[in-house]
């Protein structure tokens, strides 16, 4: 049985009050949801105080991003996964369409920024996703393929144990245009087959594959009967915490 996740991605939004406001509304809502793991990722500057607040809880925190480096060192701006553990979070977002689109994210700095995560005793949450004229041109499962192959390089049984894999279609994040949950589970099977060929089907059977691109209450019930899908991450519709417990409690 894979336990789902529903993780809220708060991107560049909320200021240090906002997320705490946010956080500590959403803790009641969601007190009694053991059904699934709750995840939030606020900014870096917001990680150590909501972290604080949420001691004790059933929500995890996320980073959005960390360093490919793991030692500390004279890299200007970088935080490092360590960094990342130091302030309570368990968890780091890697590899998200927006990192991959307009901060030069690439498959092999995903890669070693997925090792440094793990290194650190960190869940990494790995973001794959095909842009809309590549789904257009049939290539949706190739981009999907070379993304998870260069993603996963080198990585052992072990470490696979350790990370979730998001599906995220880049035409779908914040546009209001959802994948039908058929398009959705077709990819989560395809995404759970590589991972059979690439590990024993052991592993492959027990990674968590979350589907990401504008997951509201409205649909997540639909998506959550699909049988390859474990969870959502979910963009604007987590920055509210009604609209998020509502989806965290679909069931
Ligand atoms: P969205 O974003 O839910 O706003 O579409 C999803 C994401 O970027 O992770």
Known sequence: MRKPVIAGNWKMYKLLGEAIDTVMELKPLIINSTHCEVVVAPVFTALKSVCSRLEGSNIKIAA???????????????????????????????GHSERRQFFSETDETVNLKTKACLESGLTAIVCVGEML??????????????????????????????IIIAYEPVWAIGTGKTATPEQAQEMHAFIRRILSEKQESEVAGTVRILYGGSVKPENIKDLMTQ?????????????????????????
């Open 64 to 94: 959005q991003n960390c360093a490919t480096e793991q030692k500390q060192g004279a890299h200007t701006c970088e935080v490092s996964a360590e960094m990342i553990k130091d302030t309570g979070a368990s968890h780091v977002i890697i």
């Open 133 to 162: 004229d590549q789904r257009e041109s049939g290539k949706a499962e190739t981009v999907v393929a070379t993304q998870l192959a260069g993603a996963l390089d080198s990585l052992t049984v072990s470490d696979m144990k350790r």
């Open 227 to 251: 049988m390859d899908i474990d969870g959502a991450l979910v963009g604007g519709a987590s920055l509210e915490a009604k609209s998020f417990a509502e989806i965290v409690n679909y069931k």
